[in-house]
């Protein structure tokens, strides 16, 4: 018997940068109580799914040796999770998974929680599943706390651990360049450490996003710069001490201002506009300090079908037999 076998579907998905990430006390679960305005990046994975005979990932491209390529990829638990939720057997999901990552693994940057939302859009479009974001985002929380803000894009407000998302309406485009660091942290690492450093003595903790999400709205990158603030920061610095040197160097190579991406080793700087990026960028890549630079431009959509259904065919469908 002839069996019609869909034809992939690939999406793109962004990184994203805390603006704002106030880190609140442990939670009872072990997760921390946070406040944070997520902005999503035009640094994008790309992500491709395909019924196969055999299921599999491949990874290629930005710190492709680093990401697992067995069922602890986030990509790959996605697809599990979204089987289980349309009743469907993850045993006899035969999916292929393609990765090209241009997002920098274990950088602060939620490029696991990207591939993870771009196999859910995938997915669905690939199994014509009758499913809303809303429904997506579910499953998506249960992945991460990130992965539902990969999903939505744009600039959004996160609380709770980070799932729970309010849209944030910019009209405006920011100008941003990334130092990618020689090597990743772990999440896990930098929130224990700030709590080591909450019980050592009492270091400064962010106050209200109203401020940021003002400056937001004025689209004024000068005003966005003096309210860039990141909690696990120190963290991430106390962990890897040359960040400072980073952060330092953006500034003096004409940034408006430096943070850390969430729970780094990513410096996220913001510039007055696109020249002033490229220039900002240029300075340093020659300082020294980091193992490469990315310009990037925010906010952009979330995960989004770049081939598909909903798109012109460019690939027939196959026929096995
Ligand atoms: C810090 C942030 C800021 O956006 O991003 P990254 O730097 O990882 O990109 C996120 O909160 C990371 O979200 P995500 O990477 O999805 O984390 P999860 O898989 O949910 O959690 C990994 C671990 O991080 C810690 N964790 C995470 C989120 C949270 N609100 N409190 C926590 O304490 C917990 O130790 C948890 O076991
Ligand atoms: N699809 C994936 N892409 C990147 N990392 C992944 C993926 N799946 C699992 N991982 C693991 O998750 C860890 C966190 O990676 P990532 O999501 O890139 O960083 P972060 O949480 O700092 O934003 C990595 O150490 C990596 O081993």
């Known amino acids: 018997m002839l069996a019609v076998v869909p034809p992939p579907v690939t999406v793109r998905v962004p990184a994203k940068v805390n603006l704002h990430l106030a880190v609140r006390d442990v939670r009872a679960d ?3 109580e946070l406040a944070t305005v997520f902005q999503a990046l035009s640094l994008t994975d790309e992500v491709t799914v395909a019924s196969a005979e055999e299921s599999g990932i491949e990874v290629t491209g930005e710190g492709a040796d680093s990401v697992p390529t067995d069922q602890s990829n986030l990509a790959w638990r996605a697809v599990t999770a979204l089987a289980s939720h349309v009743g469907r057997d993850p045993d006899d999901a035969k999916i292929r998974v393609i990765i090209k990552k241009n997002i920098p693994v274990a950088g602060g940057m939620a490029g696991g929680s990207a591939d993870a939302a771009a196999v859910l859009v995938g997915l669905a479009a690939l199994w014509r599943l009758e499913i809303g974001r809303d429904e997506l985002a579910e499953v998506a929380a249960t992945l991460g706390s990130d992965v539902p803000f990969a999903l939505h894009g744009g600039t959004a407000l996160g609380t709770g651990r980070g799932e729970e998302l309010v849209p944030v309406l910019t009209r405006h485009t920011f100008h941003w360049v990334l130092a990618f660091d020689r090597q ?3 999440t896990p690492a930098v929130f224990a450490e700030l709590d080591r450093l909450r019980a050592e003595g009492d270091p400064p903790r962010l106050g209200s ?6 400056a937001l709205a004025s689209g004024d990158p000068n005003q966005l710069a003096l309210l860039l ?3 696990l920061q120190a963290a991430a610095v106390s962990l890897r001490p040359g960040l400072r040197r980073t952060l330092r160097a953006g500034v003096n190579a004409g940034a408006l201002a430096g943070i850390v991406s969430g729970s780094g ?13 490229v ?3 240029a300075e340093l890549s020659g300082a020294g300090v980091c193992r490469t630079v990315r310009v990037a431009q925010g906010p952009v959509p979330g995960a989004k ?3 598909g259904d909903d798109l012109p065919r460019s690939t027939p469908p196959q026929v096995h037999a």
């Open 30 to 32: 072990g997760y921390h």
């Open 184 to 186: 990743g942290l772990s």
């Open 209 to 214: 996003t109203e401020p940021v999400l003002e």
């Open 229 to 231: 603030g990141n909690d």
């Open 265 to 277: 080793p990513t410096c996220a700087f913001l510039c007055s506009d696109a020249d002033s990026a």
């Open 279 to 281: 220039r900002v960028a």
């Open 305 to 307: 079908l770049v081939t």
